[in-house]
């Protein structure tokens, strides 16, 4: 199983895959796309698993779509492939437990396009990414979709219409990355956001996550009046009564999901 183009691990609540095709600089094809969105959906209903981590085998996180994969199909073909290589990114969006990608190297085009879907990024310092696809005649349009979100439409044109690259500081600064760090110290940078997320209330983190993506599709109101309601059904668990309770008897928490 070393030689799948997507490998599975878990410790200590943290679910980790590892992107596994280093030789192709983690390029997607059809069988890594589909064990990729399988990982992130097992993982997600794994009760073993509170958090998961994306990282990748080799140098680079990913460097795109197989450029081999573009010739010999119909416009019917290239649907489904196009939306099969874009399925992480509704995935990601929809599960209840946070997703972290941890990212060296190049994370350029559908590479990128993983990173800006993920919940939250660490970038070593040496990292680069971009939207590259217009520099071969083709367009990050999957890409950027979580990229608007997060940098709004101006900057998203700018980087998928020029494909220019930006450097992991130039990302964090953009708000696409939340830290930073060297290179020799991105695992255990990593490592350490897991933890402490891991160490939360699974139904925090789960009503924080749900709440936060639905609300940046309602009108302001609206998603005030949303999220107070989900809030008030976290009130209502156990987990939520445990958490004050340990809070106020200065002693550590014992989630049950519940």
């Known amino acids: 199983m070393q030689n799948a183009p997507i490998l599975t691990d878990k410790k200590d609540g943290i679910g980790f895959i590892t992107l596994n095709r280093p030789e192709e600089r983690n390029t997607f094809n059809v069988p890594f796309a589909r064990e990729l969105n399988d990982a992130l959906k097992n993982l997600d209903q794994d009760e073993a698993v509170r958090v998961i981590v994306i990282r990748a085998a080799g140098s680079h996180f990913s460097t795109g779509i197989a450029l081999t994969e573009f010739k010999d199909k119909t416009c019917k073909e290239y649907r489904e492939f196009i939306k099969r290589m874009d399925e992480h990114n509704h995935t990601i969006a929809r599960m209840k437990k946070p997703v972290i990608a941890s990212v060296k190297g190049l994370a350029i085009a559908n590479?990128?396009?993983?990173?800006?879907?993920?919940?939250?990024?660490?970038?070593?310092?040496?990292?680069?990414?971009?939207?590259?696809?217009?520099?071969?005649?083709?367009?990050?349009?999957?890409?950027?979709?979580?990229?608007?979100?997060?940098?709004?439409?101006?900057?998203?044109?700018?980087?998928?219409?020029?494909?220019?690259?930006?450097?992991?500081?130039?990302?964090?600064?953009?708000?696409?990355?939340?830290?930073?760090?060297?290179?020799?110290?991105?695992?255990?940078?990593?490592?350490?956001?897991?933890?402490?997320?891991?160490?939360?209330?699974?139904?925090?983190?789960?009503?924080?996550?749900?709440?936060?993506?639905?609300?940046?599709?309602?009108?302001?109101?609206?998603?005030?009046?949303?999220?107070?309601?989900?809030?008030?059904?976290?009130?209502?668990?156990?987990?939520?009564?445990?958490?004050?309770r340990a809070f106020q008897e200065k002693r550590k928490p014992v989630w049950k999901g519940r």
């Open 111 to 244: 590479g990128a396009g993983l990173a800006f879907a993920c919940d939250l990024t660490v970038a070593a310092e040496d990292a680069k990414f971009g939207t590259t696809a217009i520099n071969v005649g083709l367009i990050c349009l999957g890409p950027a979709a979580p990229l608007a979100r997060l940098v709004g439409r101006k900057k998203t044109l700018e980087m998928v219409l020029t494909g220019d690259m930006i450097s992991a500081e130039e990302a964090e600064r953009l708000g696409l990355v939340n830290k930073v760090v060297p290179a020799d110290q991105l695992e255990k940078a990593t490592l350490e956001l897991a933890e402490k997320l891991a160490n939360k209330s699974p139904l925090a983190l789960q009503t924080g996550k749900t709440g936060i993506y639905a609300m940046s599709d309602l009108p302001y109101h609206q998603s005030l009046d949303y999220l107070s309601e989900l809030f008030a059904s976290l009130c209502m668990t156990e987990d939520a009564l445990e958490g004050v």
